[in-house]
């Protein structure tokens, strides 16, 4: 039984025939006919299958081409996923995992997988014999994971299977966070191989209900709420034996070549990866626009019950020995651990911090600001951190308001919160000088125009960082200087980072650290090559430290 269907792209009802032929690759001559929409472009096959006859044909299917193309898959698997290599190792999704040869590879680089698979021989696979836990035997819809889930999710030679792709990308676009990506392949209608060899070509199947191209695919995509960030072709890995059986479908005057395999078996089992420019690999993030802002600002995932969740606080210290007593007397209950890093002070800081119970670390060399925060996050988040508070212990700011900043994070609201001091006329009510002040509102405004985003300060130095913030991040790419705190929600801003503010107070006395004029003015040159560098980024040029 067969239905007749409209463009999934576009809804059109208009199209022309491409091929209305037997499948001569087919054991039964299977008769198909591909149309093309004469409103969008999308080839899909009119009319098809009926939807319940497709899902018990993928239910049921069992492919040993898999387990005899194993070294084949996992090389190939490794050419996807090294798209990921500089990713923060988080949820991967595999829909459409078959044997799962994919996901163990992306398992032993320290990713936390996931798969769905239709095919109950396949799934099983997965489960039984690469010990896969997260194994789902159906569709996406039935496994029915919760939103802003995943970091990436690989769509690989399944789209083109799906009756319905439009909305299998809609559910994709749910579960991926918003700094998620998608990988998507599938062979291209528009490639060489596809015009030489017509209806015989290997892309060509009954079980393919859609032929896309670079634009339509990209079409797609932009119209389920996805911008494209890299579309290529894809090269695949299989053994000489397979590649010789995929020509000799198509030209038995080959058969020679079977002849002189036949008698070097051995040669056979070899490896060959070819990119033969007929397979489309797409890469994609989440749309920012008006209509999907409201699944962007849905609660990022908390695991923990914000009560369960480890506080800890860090301090940047640099002869911080004389106000280091009032900082901590005024930090609160909730904050489970204090860190102090000291930065080669001249005075007694790091000997002060030891006898008041912190856990003290000690530049042996003077590393600056920047260099400094390094180490405190990284030896926060080693110490199981869901939230690091970065406070100054020279008085400055007032630790009492570390209830409100971290609020929005335990509740999921957000990645990062920052301390205002222009929020409410702080900064002036606590005394920095009118220089600063106005020179702080120039920049935060270019700051805003150029980022795309709205905070009253980006120079802080109370603020509060979610985990997942500092683990998304590559802040050891940062400047070692004052500017590192730019740098740093510049690289948030890529990966889509929630943000918020609290309105807080600021002391200036004369203890308490400030930036002189001169290094100001350095600062800010720094700032505006910050800027710069985003701008060339989101442009096309590749900037490894906002990657």
């Known amino acids: 039984m067969s239905t007749k269907v409209l463009c999934n792209l576009c809804g059109a009802d208009h199209q022309e025939i491409v091929y209305d032929t037997k499948l001569s690759n087919h054991p039964d001559d299977i008769q198909v006919r591909i149309v093309k929409c004469l409103?969008?472009?999308?080839?899909?096959?009119?009319?098809?299958?009926?939807?319940?006859?497709?899902?018990?044909?993928?239910?049921?299917?069992?492919?040993?081409?898999?387990?005899?193309?194993?070294?084949?898959?996992?090389?190939?698997?490794?050419?996807?996923?090294?798209?990921?290599?500089?990713?923060?190792?988080?949820?991967?999704?595999?829909?459409?995992?078959?044997?799962?040869?994919?996901?163990?590879?992306?398992?032993?680089?320290?990713?936390?997988?996931?798969?769905?698979?239709?095919?109950?021989?396949?799934?099983?696979?997965?489960?039984?014999?690469?010990?896969?836990?997260?194994i789902v035997q159906g569709s996406l819809n039935e496994a029915n994971y919760p939103a802003n889930f995943f970091d990436v999710v690989i769509f690989n030679n399944v789209i083109e299977h799906l009756s319905e792709p439009k909305e299998s990308l809609e559910q994709i676009r749910r579960v991926l966070k918003p700094s998620g990506i998608i990988c998507c392949n599938t062979p291209d209608v528009d490639s060489l191989a596809s015009k030489v060899f017509g209806s015989k070509w290997w892309g060509i199947k009954q079980a393919h209900l859609y032929y896309f191209n670079r634009h339509t695919l990209s079409d797609m995509f932009e119209a389920t709420g996805f911008v494209p960030l890299k579309v290529r072709s894809h090269a695949r890995s299989f053994t000489i034996n397979h590649w010789i059986y995929k020509l000799l479908a198509y030209r038995p005057a080959f058969g020679f070549l079977r002849s002189w395999l036949?008698?070097?078996?051995?040669?056979?089992?070899?490896?060959?990866?070819?990119?033969?420019?007929?397979?489309?690999?797409?890469?994609?993030?989440?749309?920012?626009?008006?209509?999907?802002?409201?699944?962007?600002?849905m609660p990022v995932e908390v695991e923990k019950p914000k009560d369960k969740m480890k506080v800890t606080v860090v301090l940047p210290a640099y002869n911080a020995a004389s106000t280091l007593k009032k900082t901590l007397a005024d930090v609160p209950s909730r904050v489970d651990e204090i860190i102090l890093v000291d930065d080669c002070s001249k005075d007694n800081t790091a000997e002060l911090a030891r006898s008041l119970g912190l856990k003290v670390f000690v530049h042996e060399n003077n590393t600056g600001y920047g260099?400094?925060?390094?180490?405190?996050?990284?030896?926060?988040?080693?110490?199981?951190?869901?939230?690091?508070?970065?406070?100054?212990?020279?008085?400055?700011?007032?630790?009492?308001?570390?209830?409100?900043?971290?609020?929005?994070?335990?509740?999921?609201?957000?990645?990062?919160?920052?301390?205002?001091?222009?929020?409410?006329?702080?900064?002036?009510?606590?005394?920095?000088?009118?220089?600063?002040?106005?020179?702080?509102?120039?920049?935060?405004a270019?700051?805003?125009?150029?980022?795309?985003?709205?905070?009253?300060?980006?120079?802080?130095?109370?603020?509060?960082?979610?985990?997942?913030?500092?683990?998304?991040?590559?802040?050891?790419?940062?400047?070692?200087?004052?500017?590192?705190?730019?740098?740093?929600?510049?690289?948030?801003?890529?990966?889509?980072?929630?943000?918020?503010e609290v309105p807080i107070r600021t002391r200036y006395f004369d203890e308490a650290s400030s930036i002189k004029l001169w290094p100001s003015i350095v600062y800010g040159l720094n700032i505006l090559k910050t800027m710069l560098k985003f701008v060339l980024h989101k442009n096309g040029f590749r900037i490894k430290q906002f990657e």
């Open 39 to 134: 409103k969008c472009g999308l080839i899909y096959t009119n009319p098809r299958p009926a939807i319940g006859e497709i899902r018990i044909n993928d239910e049921s299917m069992t492919d040993q081409y898999y387990i005899q193309e194993e070294k084949g898959l996992r090389q190939s698997a490794n050419f996807i996923l090294n798209y990921f290599k500089n990713e923060k190792k988080g949820r991967l999704l595999d829909v459409g995992c078959a044997t799962g040869f994919l996901l163990d590879e992306a398992r032993k680089q320290g990713w936390e997988v996931y798969g769905v698979e239709p095919s109950a021989w396949a799934a099983d696979y997965a489960k039984n014999q690469l010990q896969l836990p997260n």
């Open 262 to 297: 036949d008698q070097r078996p051995a040669w056979t089992k070899k490896l060959l990866c070819i990119d033969i420019g007929d397979q489309i690999e797409i890469f994609a993030r989440k749309s920012r626009q008006l209509k999907y802002l409201h699944e962007l600002e």
């Open 371 to 444: 260099g400094n925060q390094k180490t405190c996050y990284k030896n926060a988040l080693a110490g199981g951190a869901d939230v690091v508070i970065m406070l100054h212990p020279d008085y400055q700011y007032d630790p009492t308001a570390i209830p409100a900043l971290i609020e929005p994070i335990l509740k999921g609201r957000a990645n990062a919160v920052f301390g205002s001091r222009m929020m409410k006329g702080g900064a002036l009510e606590g005394g920095m000088p009118l220089w600063k002040h106005n020179a702080n509102i120039l920049l935060t």
């Open 446 to 500: 270019l700051e805003n125009v150029v980022l795309g985003i709205y905070l009253t300060e980006y120079h802080s130095g109370f603020r509060a960082y979610s985990a997942t913030y500092l683990n998304s991040v590559n802040y050891e790419a940062n400047s070692d200087g004052f500017v590192f705190d730019t740098e740093i929600i510049v690289q948030g801003v890529v990966k889509y980072m929630k943000f918020e």
